[in-house]
């Protein structure tokens, strides 16, 4: 059987949320993660860095657009150095700037992606996928590319079938 891990960024607190700002307690690509490991199994990874982005969401806006330009690696508190037992590797992360959070390449670059099946997951409040497949082709060298997935991210928490269907074809 297909073993699978779920490798993703999430942000808690201030959030864009249908065209406001609002406090959530738990991060909407979390949400998206956990609906995919119910569905298909597998492993969670949280990417977390040392240095917290701020919890301004205005601020962490800002921050998070200086790491896009300067093509920024946050350090993480942990790091995965070794996937080779997966099959399957889900990367999921809310849209910053059109792709993901710069905290997710910064795992990303360091893993050997040979022979595994790699699929986007991207939660947003109306960019879609951005540009995080064509980001994830360029660091996923050896990658095959399964179809990836957005979802709105103030409608997280309701997605679950669309979540687990969009899985289970998935793998």
């Known amino acids: 059987m297909a073993k699978n891990l779920i490798i993703y960024y999430s942000r808690n607190g201030e959030n864009y949320w249908n065209g406001s700002i ?23 990874f949280k990417v977390d860095t040392v240095k917290p982005y701020s919890s301004d969401y205005m601020t962490c806006t800002r921050e998070a657009q200086d790491e ?6 946050p350090e993480l508190k942990q790091y995965l150095d070794d996937i080779s037992d997966y099959d399957n ?8 700037w059109g792709t993901y959070p710069m905290a997710v390449f910064s795992q990303l670059e360091r893993l050997d992606f040979t022979g595994k099946k790699v699929m986007a997951v991207m939660t947003h409040e109306g960019s879609g996928l951005g540009s995080c497949e064509r980001d994830l082709k360029k660091l996923c060298s ?18 679950e079938i669309t979540v687990a269907e969009w899985a289970k074809k998935a793998v």
Do not use: M, Y
Request: glycine fraction near 14%.
């Open 68 to 73: 896009l330009h300067s093509n920024a690696r």
């Open 22 to 44: 609002k406090n959530i307690e738990k991060g909407n690509t979390e949400i998206v993660a956990e609906f995919i490991q119910k569905a298909v199994g597998g492993d969670l």
């Open 89 to 96: 590797i889900f990367v999921a992360g809310p849209c910053w």
């Open 142 to 159: 050896g990658a095959v590319f399964g179809k990836g997935l957005a979802v709105h991210g103030a409608d997280a928490a309701k997605s």
